[in-house]
């Protein structure tokens, strides 16, 4: 009996012996995994820095606007207005930290203002607090090196502005670092998002093509980030020190460009194509297309210039020269780069590429297959067929066509169409005559509002307020505006943002609202589906089907829902 004890207190002994080195096993395994944890952290917070250029001279910082009205400021030659027709116009010269900072004090309200209203749609995007936190870093990792890859100019005059950004963000990050990571968005948004969420449409015409034979060019630039995002655009004019005047349609913080052109009759529109997710930062496409339009005035200089730059998106540059009277599109991926001439008198772009290298590609081949790209590219050429001679009131209309091929009925919002009623602006340029017309809201339907660049960067100064743009050239705004498929569109939109944020809504009438489209019947169904009421979500989802749908992507959302409906009512 006492053998039996001494042994059996033994084992206890032992077996608890085991426990403990085991227990302490596990505590150096999660001490290292917390080791390693911290490490990581404090690694991702180090390398979303991005430290400042170094200014010599920052005395720009003591200048102070001077206030002509309620509507317009001045800092010497430098002003900023808000037009009567919603528009806010804006004069910058000089160098570029002195540029930046003036570019700040102008127009700090709408700077503000832009970054409340970003902060705001990511955080409707993504409501965990976790989340939002956990991207800040991860876009800190992807744009470890962007600063070495952003031109010292850019850096200065981002740095300048930086001054007259929201003080409610530091926990993001110091303004210079926001406004810089803000300037890569874009290219991380498309990368991430396939670019399905987004089509650009863009095109040009001369010779024998245009009915003054001079070039002109049309595109609407898609890029939604909500309603409130495309109320405050800013039309930019730019004396830099060096290289050439310029204009560019922006928003409050953001230096680079998507649409512009020089003084010297060079213009640059973007069109985004099918990007793989890339694992770390280039220079933004943005800032690309920005220096090439301050320095080209040529579609060689301009090949030059983007060829120097390294990108992590594939991007299509529309370049239109009134030197050379034509336009080609530069197409470029991370990898490789070629140059679509279509040696003829007209060219078009949507969301994939034409030139014989990239054409190729198997990520074009899904974009061509997978999105609403090429569907919206037959659209473009048949308008274009149609129309004859091009001038600019057809660009217009044709930047506003809200139609499917043969002028099918597809719904509004479809992306398949031109119109796609997400448009920040629309914009057409007569290069040779330094004309320029940019849409007033909504969405390209406004009224085009005329400018000529000649006239713009021979003002010195501003000495009163007044409007700027030509009421005589101006085109009126789409009498669709005053219809009454218009006024049901808006009770649409409204009515969608109700069901996004699952407010209660009556879904027979919201289907009138726009019964041709089919993410209606999309947005129908999966309400239906949350509710439970599977029946009536089988007969949307049915529905959606029988409808022109924008992507492979979208199809396959509806037929993978019309399958789990059907196994619930099969139960």
Known sequence: MYQYSTYNASRQKKKRSGWKKLGRGLLYILGFFLVLLISLAIYLVVVSKIPPPEIADKSALQLERKQLDKEAYTIGNNWFRHS????????????????????????KELIQRQEDVFVAQIAKMIPSTFYRHFLRYFIG?????????VPEEFKEEIYGESFSASPNYDYIGSNYERLMNYHAAHDIGHALQGMYLVGCTSFATWDDRSADSNLIIGRNFDFYMGDKFAEDKMVVFY????????????????????????????TVTLNAARTDVPFGASTPVSLVAREILQYAKTIDEAWAIASKRKMFVSESFLIGSAIDNKAVIIEKTPTGMDKYDPGR??????????????KTLGSNKVQLAQSASAYRYLRLTELMARNGKN???KTIAILRDRKGLHDANIGLGNEKAINQFIAHHGIVFEPKKKLVWISTAPFQMGEFVAYDLNKIFSMHGLQSNHELYDTALSVPA????????????????????QIMNKENVDLHAFVATNPEYYHTYVLAG????????YAAAKQYYTTALTKEIATKGEEEHIRKQLEKTNKVLQK
């Open 345 to 358: 008198h007209f060219i078009t772009c949507t969301n994939h590429f034409q030139g014989d290298s990239l």
């Open 84 to 107: 009567r027709t919603g528009l806010y116009e804006m004069y910058v010269e000089g160098a570029p930290f002195e540029r930046g900072v003036i570019n700040g004090k102008l127009s």
């Open 391 to 393: 001038d600019v009131q």
């Open 141 to 149: 990792f992807f744009n470890r090196d962007l600063a070495a890859n």
């Open 526 to 533: 999966d309400y239906s589906f949350r509710l439970k009421n």
């Open 478 to 497: 789409d009498t669709f505006l005053a219809t009454n498929e218009y006024a049901q569109w808006q009770r649409f939109h409204r009515m969608k943002d």
């Open 239 to 266: 004396h830099p020190k060096q290289g050439h005047n310029f204009m560019f349609v922006t928003w409050g913080g953001f230096t680079g460009v998507v649409s512009g052109m020089n003084d010297q009759g060079l």
